[in-house]
């Protein structure tokens, strides 16, 4: 007898006319009795044991279906018909049709044939997070056992599929006759196929023999097996290197080694590159971060290139090394202190002699360190900084350290502002406004050069360092004068402290100028006083019509002046071989210089422009838009009233504004009003004007001119060249933030940027004009097709200057990426063809020839 309807809890209702009795998983009888066109079902104590088995499950059961359920008494099963649907636990089964044996605690779940013969209504079996499709399965509640066909479940970035699956209880799969791939398609572009795979969860995936097959098409490439990493996170494994030959330094492997995944905080990769000729190189890379505490990255790097044969006159040999390490503490993390370093520290050739031919670093000729620790120590006026820094010159092998680096301040502090009413309220603000303040620093420097650092001479080397002490005390007031002007006075104390000094003399046997290194303790104190008077000048002239509707001018003039009296603290001579007095100072070649300053008075005089209108728009909503003529049109100079001669120092003009939506135009120059010596070619005290009759001279001048040209509109987010596909969790926009030349941007389709500049220079009666020009952009052809590219033009050379291409290709779970510098000294090319997922990252094809393996 069977009956269709729907249960809720102990009162199940009909649909239909019936009488049976159901026995539930507890053993008690429910009878069934008609009432009207609804059918209640009352329970009945049976008269038999009602223990629970020991072999009885001890979760309940839960299903339910959206067509019918039949319920067979006598074979204790249970039939779901139409989105059937079986709960036990964290597991859950939906199919179109199920089958519950609740004697033997099985369930089988299968599809139903459509009209069309197609089975719909295939088994979804969830367990957890992990989620089966199958064609069909049967699975035991109590052993957590269960047989599935034609399965298809996702592992981590990868899918699998196979014919006939067997899970044990321990939720290890056996897979026979299936594949694996990381392409997410019902036919994937690619994909491993094999006889035998087994998943082991949240561990590792095992294949047998495995041959790849493009679009279902076996290919020659075959392994005998396969292991696959199965673990959320991280995880470590051996980086496959790879292969190929250079006609310069032999077959090769390369970027193989180690990669560990230590945990969720720190990973660290050592890998390897190895020629057959006997150049060799290792890197070490690390990863780490601490949320809303600290991150950064640190890389070690060290080659030993070597070109030629041993012997020969063409042999040559060069070892290199770099270190970067970039961190950064999180705002939040210790509010007022902040630890921060940026290190870029290697040898001079390293980027000329290294084996990556497109590192951009080629292109730098300097480097720069920083480390430093701050603390601003909450609700004190002071802060303290302590750091290291250091930079060099690739080109003149000039290296600078300044170790450690000591700067303390105290803010500025108001010691009358709370004075109580004295005076007048002009008199009020200049002594309210009063301000001091504070600031010393301290360094232990070292200027010399790469070539003389060695482990050998480090004791020579601390005897180079020099150190000193800088204080400054710089005592002001800001108040109002006539209503419309702003007065700003200053004093400022100034001390140098030096720990040695250079006292000079003429030896006159030698003839030349000897320089003696002085022990002990020096110091030497300046001080001057500044003043500014500025205000605020509004012009607006507004025009009738529908064109120019108004132009607004805002002048900021400024007055200055400055007095720094004579000073010559540190002063002496010595007599040279005529016999003649040669001043010096004993503080030059200091960290600090030297204190001593001769009298003068400078008047300063600037004038700041900015020029706006306003023009008819139908766009705007106000009918209105503003349009910048100058953002910025500014001159300056000074008047030294204590000189004898050439008091006026050059006019300078500086001016930036836009020229349409897509020109920025800047430009700088100096105008010096004096003529010039024609025997020396120094200026005399005498105007340009009566010289040559104009009223300034041009000495130099500075033009740069910058287009930008974007448009289109891609909702495409931006995508690895070497990673996953889909990004956009922390730690995957840090990745972008830290390597973005590790990734494409698809959010702007095109761009174009061009720069241009000319420097003009005539310091006497020579012109020099330097003009360089740079370009690039990026192209985005379609969604998936995007190219890029960056060159400039050599004026003086009338040849392109470095020039770099990149293209790049989305091909859903692959990706292409060319890059090529098609001439010039580093002239090279690199194709790689490779899996977007980071599993199967060594599934690839690359092409590549070295700067060093191009005939030039």
Not at 159 to 186: A, S, W
Not at 563 to 590: L, R
Not at 758 to 775: H, L, S, V
Request: with cysteine.
């Amino acid at each position: 007898m069977s009956t269709a309807f729907c249960q809720e809890n102990t009162e199940l209702k009909f649909t239909q006319d019936s009488s049976f009795l159901v026995q539930d998983s507890l053993g008690a009888v429910q009878d069934s009795v008609q009432t009207g066109s609804t059918l209640e079902i009352r329970q009945q104590t049976p008269s038999v044991d009602t223990s629970i088995s020991k072999d009885a499950i001890e979760t309940k059961i839960d299903y339910k279906a959206k067509d019918s359920i039949r319920i067979d008494q006598i074979e204790e099963k249970v039939y779901l018909y139409g989105d059937a649907q079986v709960n036990y636990e964290n597991i859950q089964l939906n199919a179109a049709y199920i089958e519950l044996d609740l004697a033997k605690n099985i369930v089988i779940a299968n599809g139903i044939p459509d009209s069309s013969g197609e089975y719909i209504g295939l088994p979804i079996f969830k367990e957890g997070p992990q989620q089966y499709e199958a064609g069909k399965m049967t699975y035991n509640f109590e052993s957590k056992k269960g047989k599935i066909e034609e399965v298809k479940t996702q592992e981590g970035d990868g899918f699998i599929k196979g014919n006939e699956v067997k899970k044990t209880g321990t939720d290890v799969m056996y897979i026979r006759n299936g594949y694996y791939t990381t392409c997410n398609l019902e036919h994937p572009h690619f994909s491993l196929a094999t006889s035998k795979l087994k998943i082991i969860p949240n561990d590792k995936i095992v294949t047998g023999p495995t041959v790849l097959k493009i679009d279902q098409v076996p290919t020659p490439l075959a392994l005998p097996f396969g292991f696959f990493p199965n673990k959320n996170g991280r995880s470590s494994g051996i980086l496959i290197p790879t292969y190929g030959d250079s006609r310069e330094l032999g077959f090769f492997f390369r970027d193989g080694g180690f990669y560990w995944g230590a945990n969720d905080y720190f990973d660290a990769s050592l890998t390897g590159d190895i020629y057959t000729l006997g150049s060799w190189a290792t890197n070490f890379r690390s990863n780490y971060k601490n949320r809303y505490h600290y991150g950064g990255n640190i890389s070690l790097s060290y080659s030993n290139l070597k070109r030629g044969y041993e012997g020969f006159p063409d042999y040559s040999e060069s070892k290199e090394f770099f270190v970067r390490w970039n961190h950064q503490q999180d705002a939040k993390a210790r509010p007022g202190s902040r630890f921060s370093a940026n290190v870029n520290l290697g040898s001079r050739e390293n980027f000329v002699n290294n084996l990556n031919s497109f590192d951009t670093d080629y292109l730098t000729n300097s480097f720069q360190s920083s480390i430093s620790y701050s603390n601003s120590f909450p609700s004190k006026p002071y802060n303290l900084t302590i750091s290291a820094r250091h930079d060099q010159n690739t080109q003149t092998g000039a290296f600078n350290l300044s170790l450690p680096d000591v700067s303390f301040n105290v803010s500025r502090l108001y010691p009358f502002k709370n004075y109580g009413k004295i005076g007048n309220e002009w008199w009020r603000s200049i002594y309210k406004n009063l301000g001091v303040s504070y600031n010393s620093t301290a360094t232990n420097q070292l200027r010399t050069y790469d070539t003389l650092l060695s482990v050998d001479r480090f004791p020579e080397l601390r005897e180079d360092f020099n150190n000193g002490v800088r204080h400054a005390i710089p005592i002001n007031t800001s108040f109002k004068l006539f209503k419309y002007f702003n007065l700003n006075p200053s004093f400022n104390y100034s001390e140098v402290w030096a720990f040695k000094t250079y006292k000079q003399s003429f030896d006159t046997v030698t003839n030349r100028v000897d320089i003696d290194t002085v022990g002990g303790f020096q110091r030497g104190a300046s001080y001057n006083f500044n003043t500014n008077l500025t205000t605020k000048i509004y012009g607006m002239y507004q025009f009738k019509g529908n064109g120019i509707k108004a132009i607004r001018h805002v002048m900021t003039p400024q007055v200055s002046f400055n007095y720094q009296p004579e000073i010559t603290t540190g002063n002496e001579v010595y007599i040279n071989g005529q016999g003649n007095e040669v001043s010096y100072n004993i503080f030059q070649g200091t960290v600090y210089g030297s204190p001593a300053r001769r009298e003068s008075g400078r008047v300063g005089l600037s004038l700041l422009n900015n020029l706006e209108m306003k023009v008819g728009s139908k766009k705007d909503s106000t009918g209105t838009k503003k349009v910048t003529l100058f953002e910025n049109l500014g001159f300056s100079t000074s008047y030294d009233i204590s000189a004898d001669s050439l008091n006026w120092s050059p006019l300078s003009a500086n001016a930036r504004t836009r020229i349409g939506k897509f020109f920025t135009l800047q430009f700088n120059g100096s105008f010096d009003p004096y003529g010039l010596d024609s025997a020396t070619e120094r200026r005399i005290n005498e105007s340009w004007n009566s010289q040559e009759g104009k009223i300034l001279r041009l000495t130099s001048a500075n033009i740069a001119l910058n287009f930008r040209l974007q448009g289109g509109n891609s909702k495409a987010k931006k995508k690895p060249k070497e990673y996953a596909s889909e990004y956009g969790t922390d730690e995957e926009l840090e990745n972008i933030n830290l390597h973005p030349e590790r990734y494409v941007d698809f959010q702007v389709p095109w761009s174009i940027n061009i720069r241009y500049n000319i420097r003009y220079n005539k310091p006497a009666y020579e012109e020099f004009i330097t003009q360089t020009m740079n370009f690039g952009g990026d192209i985005g052809l379609t969604e998936n097709w995007r190219i890029g590219f960056n060159s400039g033009w050599d004026f003086e050379r009338q040849d392109l200057t470095y020039t770099s291409v990149s293209i790049y290709r989305d091909l859903h779970c692959w990706q292409l990426a060319v890059d090529w510098i098609p001439y010039g000294p580093r002239q090279s090319y690199n194709i790689t063809l490779n899996v977007k997922s980071s599993v199967l990252q060594d599934l690839k094809l690359n092409r590549r020839r070295d700067y060093f393996d191009i005939i030039q």
